[in-house]
Structure formats: structure tokens, C-alpha cells
């Protein structure tokens, strides 16, 4: 797990040309996916962006992660980011317009601005049971495009396949079925590749279900 501070990058240009994500087009030609993780200490947010950088690569692309911590207690609030790109990333700065949120603790929606900067065509993903009704961000998400935003209950599947309340895979299997950016196949090799044996099996099966949820609602 990357320390705080500490950049994690891959520098492999992909051979094969690949889909362009729509906010290419509208963004005059670029090519880099920011993605923001919010989240609270304990609930692997750092290995979330690890693990979203690992996927990226094995597809041949270029990724970039790192952690901005403002605390390291467990439960104190935790960002950490990840930059998918098919040529290098020169980037060096936190991301403040991020095209992608991944929420990992719904209880921060109403204490930290989780969704500044966000692309007005972007993605959000929220680990929650609650609906964005309940959330009370109903009115909010309903001005991204359908199916660019999405609710899971990943730590209910972490518990259940895992046997820890560690949302983190399960939300990157939901973040890969709704933004298209990494194939679910690259998402489970990363978890494996980064938690072999047993926990690997059982942290992909929770990625894996959340895949299935996202893609269906």
C-alpha cells in the first residue's frame, strides 16, 4: 500500500487502439480519467487507487495513484486518487475535476464537498444500502446522464464474501460496469495479483457481484 505522499505509477502505452470514453470529446481531445476516492481511514482507500491502477495497467495503459491524507486515524476522512491515461501522465497535482467519484462512506456526504469539481458528465458511486433519496442527493445526481451514477451496498457483499467491512473491491467491480474506463476480467487480476489465495477468491467474488448489480440497475 502506497504511503502517504508516495506515487504509484505505470508507464506502459497501450498497443491497441481502445474505446474513448464520451468526456473525450467534450473535453478538447483529452484522453486522461481522473478518478476521486473518498473515503474514511480503515476502509482501504489507498488500496482502492492501487488496486484501479493496477487494473489499467494490465490493459496496457498508463495509471497513476496516490493518497492525500489529512489524518491517518482509523474512521478519520481519507482521499486518494487515481489518473487512467493511453500516453504518459505528467500530472503531478492532487485532482480537483475529478471524472469519476467513488464513495466509500456515504456518511460523508453531508460533512466533506465530496463532489467538487465534479464533470458535469461524470460518474458517482456510492457505497450505500440507502437510496439517493434517503441520501438526500436525489436532486443532485439526477442532472448526471442515466446509468452514470449508481448506489451499492459494498460493505454488505464485503462482509459477505470477505468477513470484513472493506468496501473497496466490491466498489471497484460497480465502478467497472458503469464508467466502461477498465473490463471487469482486469479488476479481478488486480485483486488477485494484489491479495492472493483465499482472500483474493473471496474479495473478487464481492467485485464480481457488484459488477453484476451495477450493470443491472
Known amino acids: 500500500m502506497p504511503l502517504a505522499g508516495q506515487w504509484h505509477k505505470f508507464n506502459i502505452r497501450s498497443p491497441r487502439a481502445s474505446a474513448r470514453c464520451p468526456l473525450d470529446d467534450q473535453s478538447g481531445g483529452k484522453t486522461v480519467f481522473q478518478v476521486r476516492i473518498h473515503g474514511r481511514g480503515g476502509q482501504g482507500v489507498v488500496t482502492a487507487a492501487e488496486l484501479l491502477s493496477i487494473a489499467a495497467f494490465l490493459e496496457d495503459k498508463y495509471a497513476q495513484a496516490f493518497p492525500s491524507f489529512g489524518s491517518e486515524r482509523m474512521g478519520a476522512p481519507v482521499v486518494s486518487y487515481c489518473r487512467i491515461d493511453e500516453r504518459d501522465i505528467r500530472s503531478r497535482e492532487p485532482i480537483n475535476a475529478p471524472d469519476a467519484l467513488i464513495i466509500q462512506d456515504a456518511t460523508l456526504l453531508h460533512s466533506v464537498d465530496v463532489f467538487q469539481g465534479l464533470n458535469p458528465q461524470g460518474f458517482i458511486l456510492v457505497n450505500s444500502r440507502r437510496s439517493f433519496e434517503e441520501l438526500g442527493i436525489a436532486e443532485f445526481v439526477a442532472k448526471f446522464p442515466p446509468r452514470h451514477v449508481c448506489d451499492v451496498s ?24 458503469i464508467s466502461g474506463q477498465i473490463g471487469f476480467a482486469s479488476v479481478e487480476k488486480a485483486i488477485r ?22 450493470q443491472g440497475s
Open 154 to 177: 459494498a460493505t454488505e457483499l464485503a462482509l459477505k464474501h470477505v468477513g470484513r467491512s472493506v468496501p473497496n473491491a466490491a466498489l471497484l467491480g460497480a465502478f467497472a460496469a
Open 193 to 214: 495479483k494484489k491479495f492472493p489465495g483465499d482472500v483474493g477468491k473471496a474479495n473478487a467474488a464481492a467485485a464480481k457481484e457488484a459488477f453484476d448489480f451495477a
